[in-house]
């Protein structure tokens, strides 16, 4: 009896502590917080504040990250406010689809104070020349964002002759062979198209180490001279933060599923997240482009 007395209340303690350590499990689980994506945009021509809220969605209800999206005002075109900057100060992670902005001073230096953090950042296109101040302005050094935040080239021309080939043409893009094994291009095929016109970016940049990832080729470039460039790459910039970028970013691109894979990716390769082993499915992003 004593035997059947001890094993009920071993059987007992049992239960009450394995009840205490699933309930410690899913509190611990409640309380790791989702990472926090701030998305910062301003572009004239590439319809950035209405493509990246889509992804900010898909983020949210299917991959387990929080986001806040700031925009230029109040519109696109609106080269000197993005109202609410002072949400990179708790952010986990800076997006910048930017295009020539000449912010304030006071706005500037709440990015500058997010690159001091050395967080990690993520890049489309046109945040090569995010910023255009004239000549002599106190924040000139910012023209060349780009080159400071993605080792991108520092604006657009210049002595590297950053430039296109042509609104016309269109990009296709391949996997770099010694890139086939990234975990970033989990899921994104080995060839696809984009209506992207080609950035040139070679043969200076992407610099300090970076490793692209996806070689771009010009189909009717409207330069005979063009050549490949890369149009994907992963470094570690000036201030010591991981980032990954990309000069794709053409409207119709969002609609491409390699394209979703590869962001969708970046997003979980940039927080420290496992890539997803379960692809979400196809976000359907229809956004017209503005010539």
Request: aromatic share 12%.
């Amino acid at each position: 009896m004593k035997k059947i007395i001890k094993l009920k209340y071993l059987l007992l303690v049992l239960l009450i502590l394995c009840t205490s350590i699933v309930g410690l499990a899913q509190k611990a689980k409640k309380s790791v917080k989702k990472p926090l994506i701030v998305f910062v945009t301003g572009d004239h021509e590439y319809s950035g504040e209405s493509t990246l809220p889509k992804v900010a969605a898909e983020l949210e209800k299917n991959y387990g990250f929080r986001t806040k999206f700031l925009k230029a005002f109040p519109d696109h075109n609106s080269e000197e406010n993005i109202p609410g900057l002072e949400a990179l100060k708790e952010a986990d992670i800076a997006v910048f689809f930017l295009r020539w902005r000449r912010l304030p001073a006071d706005q500037v230096q709440l990015i500058e104070d997010y690159l001091k953090t050395a967080k990690p950042l993520i890049g489309f296109r046109t945040t090569t020349h995010s910023f255009n101040y004239p000549k002599g302005h106190p924040l000139v050094k910012w023209n060349a964002f780009g080159e400071m935040a993605f080792n991108s080239p520092p604006g657009w021309g210049g002595k590297n002759n950053h430039t296109h080939y042509g609104h016309n043409s269109s990009t296709d893009v391949s996997i770099i062979p010694a890139q086939a094994n990234n975990v970033l291009l989990t899921g994104v095929d080995n060839n696809f198209h984009v209506r992207s016109w080609l950035y040139q970016v070679l043969p200076n940049f992407p610099s300090n180490g970076s490793s692209a990832l996806l070689m771009g080729h010009s189909i009717k470039p409207e330069n005979s001279k063009a050549y490949d460039n890369p149009v994907a790459w992963t470094g570690v910039n000036s201030y010591g933060a991981k980032f990954f970028f990309t000069t794709m970013g053409h409207p119709e691109d969002f609609d491409q599923e390699p394209f979703q894979h590869l962001i969708i990716n970046a997003f979980h390769w940039i927080a420290g997240k496992p890539i997803p082993k379960k692809w979400a499915g196809k976000m359907d992003i229809n956004v017209p482009y503005r010539d």
